[in-house]
């Protein structure tokens, strides 16, 4: 039912921690990257760093539009991180089509709060312990970046197999105050 799909759709945006970011290229063509994130916040808003470098930060700021979307699904970690819990109610471990995948809406948010900021960077280290290097404070870091978090606007869910999951928009009331799911399954 949506209220589970609501409580896996917060739970995968928790477990997981890559995201492809779809932005639009000067060309006018739709392109997607792939993008450490992490789960900082406590409102299923996921935060990133912008690297003012990437192709994705290049495409954001010549878009004329702030909507973007990213998708993520089961697996979207990286593989040393091995604790993350691959069972979702009516996902399928072995089969990526069984597992849960979300297609989200929205639109990116600077983070400006230096205690705000000093809290994600200690939560996205934990995550990604490479990412230390590009921290937006280190002063050493090879490219400049700052903190944005995605302000979920909508999300579309594939649970797995319409048989067994859910499939379809996971209204985002429900979503915001969803239980995560977590290890005892």
């Not at 945006?13 to 789960?39: K, Q």
Request: proline letters at 6%.
């Amino acid at each position: 039912d949506v209220k589970t799909a609501a409580s896996v759709a917060r739970t995968l945006i928790h477990r997981e921690s890559i995201l492809s970011l779809n932005s639009v290229d000067t060309n006018g063509f739709p392109v997607s990257f792939s993008e450490y994130y992490a789960d900082c916040l406590d409102s299923g808003d996921p935060t990133l760093i912008m690297l003012e470098i990437s192709s994705t930060w290049k495409n954001i700021k010549n878009s004329p539009s702030t909507k973007l979307s990213f998708s993520v699904r089961t697996g979207d970690h990286p593989i040393s991180d091995n604790s993350v819990n691959p069972n979702y109610p009516g996902g399928i471990v072995k089969s990526t089509a069984g597992s849960p995948r979300l297609n989200v809406k929205g639109s990116l948010v600077r983070i400006e709060d230096p205690l705000e900021i000093a809290k994600i960077e200690k939560c996205f280290v934990q995550r990604h312990k490479d990412s230390v290097f590009w921290l937006p404070t280190n002063p050493t870091s090879a490219h400049k970046g700052f903190w944005v978090k995605f302000d979920v606007e909508s999300i579309y869910m594939v649970g797995g197999f319409g048989d067994r999951a859910y499939i379809g928009d996971v209204p985002i009331d429900l979503y915001r105050n969803a239980e995560i799911i977590y290890d005892e399954l």
